[in-house]
C-alpha cells in the first residue's frame, strides 16, 4: 500500500464512498449518523482548517457544543458538498 | 451549488455580480462581432468601430475591478457560473448524472 | 453497552472452517464468520459507530480497515470489501449475528457474482492530469494561430483587438480538442488490460497547478498494472502526466 498522501487519500475516498452498503435498518450509520462525503484536499488538513472556512458549523451545531472546549460526542459526520470550484462534475464523452 | 456572494460587503459582492456579468455578455457580443466580420456581414470599418469600443469597455472595467478591489470576487463568481452552467449542459448531456446528484441529495 | 453489534470488513468465500485471525481496529480481535457459502471477516464491537472529530484518527481507522481487507485477500484469494464503519446491529428478536447470516443467504447470489468478478484481482487509481497553461502556449505557435496573428498586422487597433479575441478563442479551441483526444485515448490504454474499468464522476484534483482531467479506477491482475503504465507513459508526452494509486481491495467493483 503506498505511503504517500495521494495515495492514503485515495485510499480514503474508497473506503468511505466504495465498498458494499448494508440495508439501514441492519446496520449503525446512515439513519442515526449521516454518511461522510468528505472534500478530499480537506481530509488531509487539521479540524481547525476545516472550522476555519465553516465546514463544520452545522457538524457542531445540533450538539450546542462549547466551541472552546470542543468535546466529541456521538459525532455526526456532515455530508459535505464540494463547493462548485472543487466539485466539477463533468463526464467524458466517448 | 451555489454561487457566493460576499456576504462582508453586500456592495462588492453586488458589484462583482455585475462585472461578471458585463463581461459575459461582453465576450458573447465580441464574439457575433468575430463571426459577423468573418461572414462578411459586418464591414471593416464597423468592426473598427466596434472594436474600439469593447476596447474602452474593457479598460472601464478594469478600472472599476482596480477601483473597489473586486477582481478576485467577479472571477470566483466567473468561476462559479462557469462550473453551473458545465454542470447543467453535462446533465443534459448525461441524465444519469442527474440521479447521481438526486442520490446525493438525499443521503 | 456490550460488544453485541458486528463490525464487518469484507466478505470472502471459504468453504471450510478457517484459522484466519488478526488484530484490527482499536486492537479487537478480526476472525472469520461463516455463513453458508460467503464469510465475513468480522470484530465484536459496541453498537455505535467509529469515529473521530480528527482526522488523524479516522484515516488511521481506515488505513486498518484497508489492511485487514488485504490480509483478507492473502488468505482468501480475495474479498469483497464493505464500506468503512459497516457495524451489524442486533434486531428485535434476533442477534447481530443472526441478522448477518440472513444477509448472507439473502445476498448470496449478488455475492457470488461480485465474487467471481473481483477474486484474485485488486484495483488501481489512475489519475491523469495536463498543464492547461503550457498547452496554451504550445497551441499559440501553431499554424493556425501564427496564420491568425499575421492577419492583424496593417490593421486598425478596434479590428486588432477583435481578431485577438478570436485568437484566444482558437486557441482555447485547439487546446480542448487535444484533450479529448488524448483523453479518450488515455481512457483505452487503461482499458485495454483491465478486467473493468470506471470513470470516477468527482474530479477533485491532488496536484497543485494541474488540471485533473481523468480519474479512473481499475479492475485487474499485478502484472497487467505495468503494461498499463508503460503504454500510457509511451502516450503521455509533454504537459500531460499521471499517477496510479494502488494495489486496493476492489472497493469499487464490489456492486453489480
Known amino acids: ?94 | ?107 | 453497552m456490550s460488544d453485541d453489534a458486528l463490525y464487518v470488513y469484507g466478505v470472502v468465500k471459504s468453504e471450510s472452517d478457517s484459522e484466519w485471525k488478526e488484530t484490527g481496529i482499536e486492537g479487537k480481535n478480526v476472525y472469520v464468520f461463516n455463513g453458508k457459502k460467503f464469510s465475513a471477516l468480522v470484530h465484536d464491537c459496541k453498537e455505535e459507530p467509529y469515529n473521530s472529530k480528527d482526522f488523524e484518527k479516522i484515516k488511521e481507522l481506515i488505513i486498518i480497515h484497508n489492511r485487514i481487507l488485504d490480509r483478507g485477500i492473502e488468505g482468501f484469494g480475495g474479498i469483497i470489501p464493505l464500506r468503512f464503519n459497516t457495524i451489524i446491529k442486533k434486531g428485535e428478536n434476533s442477534s447481530a449475528q443472526d441478522n448477518l447470516k440472513k444477509w448472507f443467504s439473502e445476498e448470496q447470489e449478488r455475492l457470488e457474482k461480485i465474487w467471481n468478478k473481483v477474486k484474485g484481482k485488486r484495483e488501481y487509481g489512475i489519475r491523469i492530469y495536463c498543464k492547461r497553461d503550457k498547452l496554451v502556449q504550445e497551441a499559440s505557435e501553431s499554424e493556425e494561430i501564427k496564420e491568425i496573428e499575421k492577419n492583424q498586422q496593417g490593421k486598425g487597433r478596434g479590428m486588432s483587438y477583435l481578431l485577438k479575441g478570436k485568437e484566444k478563442d482558437k486557441t482555447k479551441e485547439i487546446v480542448q480538442n487535444k484533450i479529448n483526444r488524448l483523453k479518450q485515448e488515455f481512457y483505452d490504454d487503461a482499458k485495454k488490460f483491465a478486467d473493468d474499468i470506471k470513470t470516477q464522476r468527482s474530479l477533485i484534483g491532488l496536484e497543485e497547478e494541474k488540471e485533473l482531467l481523468l480519474n479512473l479506477s481499475i479492475l485487474t491482475h499485478g502484472q497487467q498494472i505495468s503494461k498499463i503504465k508503460e503504454d500510457l507513459e509511451k502516450r503521455m508526452g509533454q504537459n500531460f502526466s499521471f499517477q496510479i494509486a494502488g494495489p486496493f481491495a476492489p472497493y469499487s467493483f464490489a456492486e453489480v
Open chain 1, 1 to 94: 500500500m503506498k505511503s504517500n498522501n495521494a495515495g492514503v487519500v485515495e485510499l480514503i475516498d474508497r473506503a468511505l464512498n466504495k465498498g458494499v452498503i448494508l440495508n439501514a435498518d441492519l446496520v449503525v450509520t446512515v439513519a442515526d449518523i449521516p454518511l461522510l462525503a468528505v472534500n478530499l484536499k480537506l481530509a488531509l488538513a487539521s479540524v481547525e482548517t476545516m472550522l476555519k472556512y465553516g465546514m463544520m458549523e452545522d457538524w457542531l451545531k445540533p450538539l450546542s457544543l462549547d466551541e472552546k472546549k470542543m468535546t466529541p460526542v456521538k459525532d455526526h459526520m456532515r455530508l459535505v458538498r464540494p463547493n462548485g470550484k472543487q466539485s466539477n462534475i463533468s463526464s467524458p464523452h466517448f
Open chain 2, 1 to 107: 451549488m451555489t454561487i457566493k456572494v460576499d456576504s462582508d460587503n453586500l456592495k462588492d459582492g453586488l458589484l462583482g455580480l455585475v462585472i461578471a456579468l458585463v463581461e459575459i455578455i461582453k465576450e458573447v457580443l465580441q464574439r457575433q462581432a468575430i463571426y459577423r466580420l468573418e461572414s462578411n456581414s459586418l464591414g471593416d470599418e464597423d468592426a473598427e468601430r466596434l472594436g474600439l469600443a469593447f476596447m474602452q469597455l474593457d479598460e472601464t472595467i478594469e478600472k472599476i475591478k482596480k477601483e473597489h478591489n473586486i477582481a478576485k470576487t467577479s472571477n470566483q463568481i466567473r468561476a462559479d457560473l462557469d462550473n453551473l452552467v458545465d454542470d447543467a449542459i453535462n446533465k443534459l448531456i448525461d441524465p444519469m448524472l442527474l440521479e447521481v446528484e438526486k442520490e446525493l441529495e438525499n443521503v
